[in-house]
Each structure stands twice: as C-alpha cells, then as structure tokens.
C-alpha cells in the first residue's frame, strides 16, 4: 500500500514597505495581515525596508472584511477603497502587495487623513524636507497643510488597520484629545486570528493618562496570545473648545520597560504580576469620570506616569498622595467616598509593593515585612495623629535618621498596645522589641547609601506600611472581601 501524498497547501507572500511613519507603517502592516489572511495564521518578518506577511492561501470572506470596516463608521469613500460597482476588490489589493518590485506598484492615489497619521498631514517628506522649515512649525503660522497621496491599496491597509487601533479620548476644560494606537511587535511574530482587546478609552485626567490606561489594557488583553508587543505607535489630535485644532503629533509611546516587564510576565506566569498590573488597570478605569475627587484624579495622572516609566520620583509622589488621601478621609475632607475606596484599594497589598519593586529592574533590599507590620500596627494605635509620625518619616533625609524615626514610632506603639490590653507599662520592653526590629533594617543599610536608591526603597517601604495599616474602621472588611473574591 502506497505511503500518503504529503499535503502541500499553497502559500502566500505579500510585502508592506515602510515609509517611517510608525502609526501609518504599523496600521498598514495589520491591515494586510487581516486583509489577506483573518483568522488564519499570518507570519511576520521585518526584512528592513519593508515587512514580509506570509501565510497558507484562505479564501477570505469580503463581508468578515467590511465587517472590520464597520468598526470606524466608514465614510462612502472609505468603502470604495475595497469596493466598486458591487465588486470586491481582491485582485487590485492582491496583486498590488504581492508584486515583489516597488516600482511596479500601480493604483490611483487617494488623500490621506489625520487619523492614518497626522504626520502624513504636517510631517517632513521629501527630498529636501528642510526646504521648506515653515512646516515644521505650529498651524497658527498661517502654513497650509500638506497633502498626501498615495495608491488607494496603501490607504486600503492602512484604513483596515485602524479598526484595530484603541481610540483613546481625554478632555479638560480647555481642550480635548484625540489618539489612535496600535502595537508594535517584534521582528519576527505570528498572528493567529484577530488582535482582540478593548478598543475604547476615555479618562478625565488629560496628558497621557488615557493613552498608558489603553496600553496596559492591551498588553493584559492580549496576555495570552503572548504576542512579542515591544511599544506602541500613536497618531494625536489635541482641539480646543470650538473644535479648532491647537496641536498634533505621532511616534512611539516610548512604553518599553512597560512591554518588557509585561513580557517577562507572561513568560514566567507570574499571577501576582499579573495581579499587579489590572490593579493598576483598575484604578485608571475607576477614575475616568470628570467628577472625581481632585486629589485622586491627581494620583491617577501619577499612577500613569509610573506605568510609563518606572521612577523614584514619581513612585514617591504616588506614596504621598495615597496618604494623604487616607488621612484627609478620617477628617472628613473627602466626601466621595468611592474615590476613598479607589485609591485605598491602589496597591492595597504588599504582594502589590514587591511587583512595583521588581518593576525597577534595579537591585533593591527587599521590605522586611516583619518591620513594616509592628510599623503599621504602632501607627494604628494612634488613630488622630499618624500622619504627623508618617510626614516625619518620609522627611527622613538619610537611612540612620529614618531608622530611628521607625524604631521611636514603634517602641511608642508597643508601649500603647500593652496599656490597651490593660497590661501594666514596661518601658524597657517596649524600647527593646523596636530596637531588635530597627536593627533589621541597620543589615540592609550599606546598599542604601545612594540617595536615589533610598527614596525608592523608602517610598516602598511607606506604601508596603499603608498596605497593612488599620487606621481606618471599614478597611479591614473590605481587603477581606476582596481577597475571597480573589480566591
């Protein structure tokens, strides 16, 4: 009996040069993807000039394509780029991606919009881009905008993929913004199917809190297609309030540390990595409204910038905001009580402060959590005036003065505790459980010399404090409901 004919299934080969307009070159490479391939394999290979999409032939079906278009609300335009008379377009599309030889490349030419990529709009082409410097400034110099062309098949692509762009809105009083993004993989990926995540991120706080929100997003959406995501291109409109455009840009999110970590993530499985990033998703989500409290809409613009770029500075900023918006809860100052809850719930657990820590990808002593917790469990024992003894210690200028800032806090908080239990005062004791402890913290005092790496090291510190502190009457029952819920 004959061994089986070995099934070959034909391939297909198809070439998307890049022009080095991140956000039209990454919108044009998705589209051919999905255009050709769907939710068959397609294999991706940067070849430097231009990008090689290779794949089994499909027989694709025109209305899963027209369906993608729907997403953006085409104009009757836009349908024209893949439809005439009633007549799909495949073989102009096809054979226009498939000839191997740019030159040969031939199709009317259609303009090109802001939303492909505002620098197609503004941006520096040409021979001699400079020539002509006046275009490189603001639109309110009177320049007329540039427009381009090009074939309807490169406009075909690059239209099919923005429907799998985040389209990202923030808005103050002054002006709103308006932002495409899209990922950016590594030379060499596969993708099988669609690219599947949320699509539509709107924040109250202005800047980039909205764009960092809908990268985060991505990244957790697409953890377990574990596509190689290294950045994020974008194209941004900023408007003011009667619609008049105040500025524009495109490029990179510059989200590297953030996609490096997230990798790392998925490869190791770490679930309380995992964990710490849809905690970070979570509280960006809670405080989109306009309505929310000003304080943590402030941390929500902090939280971002950390996400962005891992720094002591910033991770400082959200340590002391977080306690200040706890401690103005007791007083009563805040009256939203979900923005309470939001920001108590922000890096609420100390598995949380050993993720931020790991996100520095810097060697820093660990939290001695023995430490941490008689420090929270002294601050509880003086309800009204913690945040006084916490000030003291974020003030600490160097390591020795912080240790012993720690260690008179908890020797107070012991001696508390023994007349709270109606025990009789021992002064010693007290003084000599909080000298044992700070002497925990004198071990690891050599690799904390460096004034950078002691404010990081101490702000983690802090938030792991706050993490486990009892201050507040309703904290405890929520962080219990929570972790059921979590378990």
């Not at 993807?33 to 090689?52: C, M, P, Q, V």
Request: aromatic share 10%.
């Amino acid at each position: 009996m004959p061994l089986p004919t070995k099934l070959e299934m034909e391939k297909e080969t198809y070439r998307v040069y890049k022009i080095g307009v991140p956000f039209y070159d990454a919108a044009r490479l998705i589209g051919v993807a999905h255009l050709f391939f769907g939710t068959a394999s397609a294999e991706i290979e940067d070849k430097g000039a231009y990008w090689e999409v290779r794949g089994a032939r499909v027989r694709r079906d025109e209305q899963q394509v027209l369906w993608i278009l729907e997403r953006l609300n085409p104009t009757q335009k836009e349908r024209k780029l893949f439809q005439r008379n009633n007549t799909f377009l495949w073989q102009e599309l096809s054979k226009f991606f498939g000839e191997l030889n740019l030159q040969n490349r031939r199709g009317r030419h259609e303009e090109l919009k802001a939303e492909h990529d505002v620098a197609l709009l503004i941006g520096t082409r040409g021979v001699d881009p400079l020539s002509k410097y006046e275009v490189l400034a603001p639109r309110s110099t009177g320049e007329t905008l540039k427009k381009f062309k090009s074939p309807f098949q490169e406009v075909a692509a690059a239209t099919l993929g923005r429907a799998f762009a985040a389209a990202v809105r923030s808005s103050t009083k002054r002006q709103r913004e308006e932002i495409y993004i899209l990922p950016i993989f590594r030379e060499r990926f596969v993708i099988s199917g669609f690219l599947e995540y949320e699509r539509s991120f709107t924040h109250a706080s202005g800047g980039w809190v909205a764009a960092v929100w809908a990268a985060l997003s991505i990244l957790l959406d697409l953890t377990a297609k574990r596509l190689p995501v290294i950045d994020f291109a974008y194209t941004r409109e900023v408007k003011g309030p009667t619609d008049q455009l105040i500025f524009s840009d495109s490029g990179y999110l510059g989200l590297e540390k953030l996609c490096v970590y997230w990798w790392q993530v998925t490869r190791e499985e770490n679930n309380e990595a995992l964990k710490l990033l849809r905690n970070f998703r979570e509280f960006l989500a809670s405080t989109r409204g306009s309505g929310t409290y000003e304080q943590v809409q402030n941390l929500a613009r902090w939280v971002a910038d950390f996400i962005a770029n891992p720094d002591a500075d910033v991770l400082v900023k959200i340590e002391q905001l977080k306690a200040r918006i706890l401690a103005a809860s007791q007083t009563g100052a805040i009256r939203d009580k979900n923005a309470l809850i939001i920001a108590r719930r922000l890096l609420g657990r100390s598995e949380h402060i050993k993720e931020v820590k790991a996100m520095f990808q810097t060697e820093l002593p660990d939290v001695p959590c023995q430490v941490s917790e008689a420090l929270a469990r002294a601050l509880g024992f003086d309800e009204k005036g913690w945040m006084n003894q916490f000030t003291r210690l974020e003030n600490a200028p160097n390591f020795s003065q912080f240790i012993q800032q720690v260690e008179r806090i908890i020797s107070r908080g012991y001696y508390r505790e023994q007349q709270k239990k109606g025990q009789e005062p021992n002064i010693q004791a007290a003084m000599t459980k909080a000298k044992d402890l700070a002497n925990i913290l004198r071990r690891i005092g050599s690799d904390l010399q460096d004034e950078k790496a002691f404010r990081a090291w101490k702000a983690i510190f802090l938030l792991d404090v706050l993490s486990r502190a009892r201050m507040f009457p309703e904290q405890a029952r929520e962080e219990e409901t929570q972790t059921s819920e979590e378990g």
